[in-house]
């Protein structure tokens, strides 16, 4: 079966610009969790949907938000974009209830 | 809250010498603990896991044993290869596939 789909692979954008990162994940999981993995910081948890709703949230500021839709698609959104957002972002879903999460190879965001 | 902590490397090892990579956790409950790896430019794949102490989650020659007694799960292989250089990531989830929580990663470097 499909794994999990992010798109797009690679974005440059400008600093104060915003962003929308897509994630499919494997079909019929209903979880969609996303994380941020820069150098210095390593992987930190940005947020988790399950069935359209916000379940968990990390310690990010508020410029950052996501939404899931009914087929489970999941997107996040970084507004006025810095520098310092520069990452690879990673989406991971699972089927919930299991303990098992599959991660998509990631969306590397470059502001400039 | 949870926590994971690993010995962050760099490792660099020789071919076919002897793998251990630390890893400790602070949970509440009985977490899931996990082993994923992350080749260059792609996301997290799932290498191993563990749902309850004392189970002994093995994949392609590597070995981890969830150790409840010293909150421990400690990544091992006898012998490396050159392709298995990698970042390595250790996790642990609740036994709802939630609150996922990584350690920072430790790079593997293996010479031929």
């Known amino acids: 079966k499909a794994g999990v789909t992010q798109t797009p692979r690679y974005l440059i954008k400008t600093r104060g610009q915003q962003v929308t990162l897509s994630c499919s994940p494997i079909s019929g999981h209903r979880s969609v969790s996303w994380y941020q993995q820069t150098p210095g910081q390593g992987l930190q948890f940005l947020f988790e949907y399950f069935s359209e709703t916000q379940r968990n949230k990390g310690n990010f500021p508020g410029r950052f938000s996501g939404r899931q839709f009914s087929n489970s698609r999941s997107e996040m959104n970084v507004s006025t974009l810095e520098l310092g957002d520069s990452a690879l972002y990673l989406c991971?879903?699972?089927?919930?209830?299991?303990?098992?999460?599959?991660f998509g190879q990631g969306t590397r965001l470059t502001v400039v | 809250g949870n926590s994971v902590t690993q010995m962050e490397g760099p490792v660099t090892l020789s071919e076919e010498a002897f793998l251990t990579i630390n890893c400790t956790y602070t949970?509440?409950?009985?977490?899931?603990l996990f082993w994923y790896v992350q080749y260059p430019g792609e996301g997290l794949q799932l290498l191993l896991k563990?749902?309850?102490?004392?189970d002994k989650g093995s994949n392609k020659g590597f070995e981890a044993t969830y150790r409840k007694e010293t909150t421990s799960f400690h990544l091992e292989k006898g012998s490396v290869q050159v392709s298995d250089s990698a970042v390595y990531f250790c996790a642990l989830a609740d036994n709802y596939g939630q609150n996922f929580v990584f350690g920072p990663g430790t790079r593997l470097s293996v010479l031929p």
């Open positions: 949970a509440t409950g009985y977490p899931s």
């Open positions: 563990a749902t309850k102490a004392d």
């Open positions: 991971a879903s699972t089927l919930g209830g299991t303990t098992e999460a599959f």
